[in-house]
């Protein structure tokens, strides 16, 4: 079965545009130890919310995860890993951190708890709600 991860960018580094334009890309650079481990877990077909940090505060689009966790070629120390993902779809609006953090069905999540963690896992619950927040 499919699990689902949310995955952190600063818009200006990395955009949801920038997936949808390249199609596919490494998804790399994260050195916390927690987020790591996560990657680590991240199966081909697994789909993330990509979400982006900064003004934006929001998830934006789903992605799907294309490769398992494998060695960073640039990094040239096997404990820091990336995958890869492609884009899968724009949310039709995007859901901010502040209509997450007021519903007290996410006071639990650690986007809500470890709001520093670039990649995280989404409860199945969680995935549907917040999909359903970003219908209009």
Request: glycine share 4%; charged share 25%.
């Given at each position: 079965m499919a699990a689902y991860w949310l995955l952190k960018s600063e818009p200006g580094d990395y955009s949801f545009d920038d997936l949808e334009r390249d199609g596919r890309t490494v998804w790399d650079g994260v050195r916390n130890a927690v987020a790591l481990k996560y990657m680590r877990q991240v199966q081909p077909g697994d789909r993330a919310f990509f979400y982006h940090t900064g003004k934006e505060r929001a998830v934006?689009?789903?992605?799907?995860?294309?490769?398992?966790?494998y060695p960073d070629p640039e990094a040239g120390d096997d404990r820091f890993v990336v995958f890869e993902i492609s884009a899968e779809?724009?949310?039709?609006q995007p859901v901010g951190l502040d209509r997450i953090k007021a519903s007290r069905q996410f006071e639990g999540w650690e986007l809500v708890r470890?709001?520093?963690?670039?990649?995280?896992?989404?409860?199945?619950?969680?995935?549907?709600?917040?999909i359903g927040m970003s219908s209009p």
């Open positions: 934006v689009g789903v992605a799907r995860v294309e490769s398992q966790a779809e724009r949310l039709s470890l709001p520093r963690l670039s990649v995280m896992p989404v409860p199945e619950d969680h995935w549907h709600r917040v």
